[in-house]
């Protein structure tokens, strides 16, 4: 919250799933493998990102981090299906919808005395202190804007004249070799703000790269947080912001993602799930780059600015190109809470005033379509 930084600016909007809101996801399901109408969901999530050099509200896609704080959230605010909060002690699992993407995750986390678990000795790389572990398994984690796995068709493309991987995860990605722009791979965000040329270029290969994944119709219409892109290297020993050194045989690739233009201190959850996906594709950019020994047996270990991630993806057996889920541990706490006041100018119309109007849809759904542009007809 705040800090003027990409990562750093984004709001949650948290409310019942219930049976008001078993209406078509807002991507039309397209060919992601969830149903029109989805039963077994818990809690409506959807994302909000705040533009930090103007007043843009961007809502095209999720955020992984912030998707850990649902599940413990909604149990202590009392948003959930009554039969959760019967089991007062022990682990308990939440099915989130994020409403952005139309995906599903599995928010699985420890209870006690009907409070979510918030102390705990689970550690992450970049994140102060410790906490209660709580595992997010996300269904079907691809084609959350696009709907393909492969947006362009292609395991590789050639954009701008650089040839990168277009893979649309748990959020498109644009991956691209950290020595085809002739940048450390290793690099760490404070110097990498100072290649103002290097990010420009990466700006121009991300716009076009988003148009060939049909992401947006023109370059002037990308969304500023996606599709992310990725410089990717082969593991190697490097000095983290910690100030840690991490030995080539640690991880098992580094990557720097960007944001907004701006380089990530950590990875993004979204964009490291696509990550994993992206290195079970046989020939993509990251594939090609992977450790041959890897550190552990099931997970990719990924080198990022503040230390080490792990995650995993799991293919469908029948199809290497499908993935079935991703996995991995975060943790979440309450910071404070309080109260925000909205007070109208008076510069707009009462009937331009549409948000949450006029139907039965869920109320982010109707955010994200009205932000969108779009009409979401109610089909109750």
Not at 45 to 70: H, K, Q, R, W
Not at 339 to 365: C, M, P, Q, R
Request: glycine residues 10%; negative net charge.
């Amino acid at each position: 919250m705040g800090a003027g930084i990409s990562s750093l600016s984004k709001i949650c909007l948290v409310e019942p799933y219930g049976k008001r809101m078993r209406h078509p996801t807002p991507n039309k399901a397209r060919d992601s493998g969830i149903k029109e109408v989805v039963e077994e969901v818990d809690i409506d999530y959807t994302f909000v990102g705040l533009g930090i050099e103007n007043d843009e509200v961007d809502v095209a896609g999720n955020c992984g981090n912030m998707s850990s704080a649902i599940g413990p959230y909604a149990y202590n605010a009392g948003l959930l299906p009554l039969r959760l909060y019967k089991q007062q002690e022990g682990e308990i699992t939440v099915t989130i919808r994020n409403t952005n993407t139309g995906k599903l995750i599995d928010s699985t986390f420890e209870v006690v005395g009907k409070q979510a678990v918030v102390v705990g000795d689970y550690t992450i790389d970049g994140v102060t202190g410790s906490g209660s572990k709580i595992k997010l398994d996300f269904h079907h984690p691809y084609g959350s804007k696009t709907g393909k796995i492969l947006p362009t068709g292609n395991i590789t493309d050639n954009i701008a004249g650089f040839e990168v991987s277009c893979v649309d995860g748990a959020n498109p990605a644009i991956f691209i070799r950290a020595e085809d722009i002739e940048v450390n791979g290793a690099i760490l965000p404070n110097d990498f703000n100072k290649l103002t040329d290097k990010l420009a270029l990466l700006e121009h290969i991300r716009k076009s790269a988003a148009v060939a994944m049909g992401v947006a119709a023109s370059e002037d219409q990308v969304p500023r947080t996606i599709p992310k892109i990725g410089l990717v290297s082969k593991s190697t020993k490097h000095d983290v912001l910690s100030g840690q050194t991490l030995e080539e045989t640690q991880t098992d690739l580094v990557v720097r993602f960007l944001s907004d233009t701006q380089p990530h201190r950590a990875i993004p959850l979204t964009a490291a799930l696509t990550t994993a996906v992206a290195a079970r594709i046989p020939g993509s950019i990251v594939q090609q780059l992977l450790a041959s020994t890897p550190v552990l047996k099931d997970a990719i270990t990924i080198g990022h600015a503040s230390g080490r991630l792990q995650v995993d993806a799991t293919m469908d057996e029948n199809d290497a190109l499908l993935p079935v889920s991703a996995t991995v541990y975060r943790t979440a706490k309450r910071l404070f809470e309080g109260k925000v006041y909205w007070i109208d100018n008076g510069d707009h119309d009462a009937d331009e005033i549409t948000f949450g109007s006029g139907g039965t849809h869920a109320l982010g759904i109707t955010f994200v379509q009205e932000v969108r542009g779009q009409n979401y007809e109610d089909s109750s």
